[in-house]
């Protein structure tokens, strides 16, 4: 599935469109040339129960899903 994130299109990404948070990959939201991101304390646990710090939060991302 290819998604446009501000008008930059990245192949192969993975949505759930039945939720109002994605998760960016730092190297995704560099290749946008978001500079900065609102600090947050949020950790992910993820499925084999490691612990991610996440970097930041970004708000009203514009997000185009070709299906």
């Not at 939720?19 to 900065?36: D, R």
Request: no cysteine; aromatic share 2%.
């Amino acid at each position: 599935m290819k998604v446009q994130i501000n008008g930059e299109t990245f192949s192969n990404a993975l949505v759930d469109l039945g939720v109002e948070i994605n998760i960016l990959t730092t190297t995704t939201y560099q290749k946008l040339g978001i500079t900065s991101v609102e600090p947050t304390s949020t950790l992910l646990e993820l499925a084999d129960r490691s612990v991610v710090r996440l970097e930041g939060t970004l708000h009203d991302v514009m997000v185009s899903v070709e299906s």
